[in-house]
């Protein structure tokens, strides 16, 4: 039987807000409003120069249940474009663009599928092979019922069968819960391939077969870190391989900054224009978090007279300007082992607070998270931060002991 080939994406959300974002000059502002689109356009472009049999789209394709007119524009002339090169595209649509919505319609070209709120198969015959599709949309925001129990056996064996789904797992609780699934349950099916979404961490649950999640295309905030894309895959009864392709137009990263033995104002900004420098040369556009590590006693002078809002201020100035863009969007002051060396009483707290799960960390932290007039402007809680939040504790308690 010979070999397919498709694109597997989700989580387009397409003309996504992008809120939270404070104090950007207006050319680095639009170029992230566009970044969905972008990101978008860039698989469009390599669908038509490649020419994979079709594409999967596993829900959330808009950002929101109105679907803004930009957006359904922007993806119906994309599938015109496909369809004027024979691909076929089958989405389904997520708990942000749910069936339910209200929303001003575009008419879509035959190759796409849509698929209907209950699971339904799409069927392909390519080069002579079956192949058969199977999914759902989200007719409502909220499908808390376990939807893989809808999913028929495979019973074709001659065919490729390949499931979409737009859900989690049942004991992944850092997204909401919505069609629930195990990974016995899908391996059940007997399908060859698990197109999944809801999920922006790009991970491979299964290998044999492959149960994959490829992650958005573009991050749309600084909890979504690194290098988004999605799958190019070859599919067999046999095997499956499969490509990463990125497709970000800006990338949310990290950037350390090693500040041993600075000691004066402009080495500091030096070393930040350097690791900003190599960052972009590396990934292009980015928004940044600048972690300003090893910081001693000389180094934290050069704090006592500037705020870090005015440190983040000129170091934004330093960027401005340079192209691709290098947005500082938070700046980190981390001081250096020897000023926050581990003591019994700081490793007996870190020790505590290391046994506590998320779901503690939301109790304990819940009177600022309800907070409601600062709640647009405090980042979601995420391990990442609670690893943050453990580091920035055990330098606070060491320097209270250094106090005493």
């Keep these: 039987m010979s070999a397919i080939r498709f694109f597997h994406m989700a989580d387009l959300h397409l003309d996504s807000p992008f809120k939270g974002l ?9 170029k992230i409003r566009a970044s969905t689109f972008e990101a978008f356009d860039k698989i469009i472009h390599r669908a038509i120069e490649e020419r994979p049999d079709f594409l999967l789209i596993v829900g959330d394709i808009y950002d929101g249940e109105n679907r803004s007119l930009q957006a359904q524009r922007r993806f119906q002339s994309a599938m015109e474009t496909l369809f004027e090169h024979n691909i076929p595209v089958i989405v389904s ?7 339910h919505g209200s929303w001003t319609r575009f008419a879509l070209p035959s190759n796409v599928y849509e698929l209907p709120a209950d699971t339904s198969v799409v069927q392909l015959k390519i080069r002579g092979q079956q192949v058969n599709i199977y999914g759902f949309s989200y007719g409502q925001r909220h499908v808390k019922e376990a939807m893989i129990h809808h999913y028929p056996v495979a019973q ?3 065919a490729i069968h390949i499931g ?16 629930p699934f195990k990974k016995e349950q899908l391996l059940a099916k007997g399908y060859h391939y698990w197109a999944l979404g809801h999920i922006h961490k790009r991970q491979l649950l299964h290998k044999e077969p492959p149960i994959v999640y490829p992650g958005n295309i573009q991050s749309r905030h600084r909890n979504e870190q690194g290098i988004k894309g999605f799958y190019d895959v070859t599919l067999s009864q046999t095997s499956a391989n499969l490509t990463f392709v990125p497709t970000s ?4 990263n990290v950037v350390e900054v090693d500040c041993t033995n600075v000691m004066h104002a402009n080495e500091l900004l030096q070393k930040c224009e350097e690791a900003i420098a190599i960052n972009r040369m590396e990934y292009g556009a980015s928004v940044i978090d600048l972690h300003l590590n090893h910081i001693d006693d000389e180094a934290e002078a050069l704090f006592e007279h500037a705020t870090i809002d005015e440190w983040l201020e000129t170091i934004r100035e330093a960027e401005d300007g340079i192209e691709p863009m290098g947005w500082v969007q938070k700046l980190f002051i981390h001081k250096s082992t020897a000023s926050s060396e581990p003591t019994a009483i700081t490793e007996s707290v870190i020790s505590v607070m290391d046994q506590w799960d998320i779901t503690e960390w939301k109790d304990i932290l819940k009177d600022l998270y309800q907070h409601a ?8 809680l995420t391990e990442r931060e609670i690893k943050h939040l453990k580091l920035e504790a055990q330098a606070l308690l060491a320097d209270e002991i250094q106090r005493v």
Aim: aromatic letters at 10%.
């Design 22 to 30: 404070f104090g950007l000059p207006d050319n680095n502002l639009k």
């Design 93 to 99: 649509y997520g708990n942000h663009d749910h069936l």
């Design 156 to 158: 074709d064996q001659h």
């Design 164 to 179: 979409m789904l737009h859900g989690s797992e049942a004991s992944d609780l850092t997204h909401a819960v919505y069609a």
């Design 249 to 252: 137009a800006v990338v949310y």
């Design 373 to 380: 007039s600062g709640a647009r402007f405090v980042e979601p």
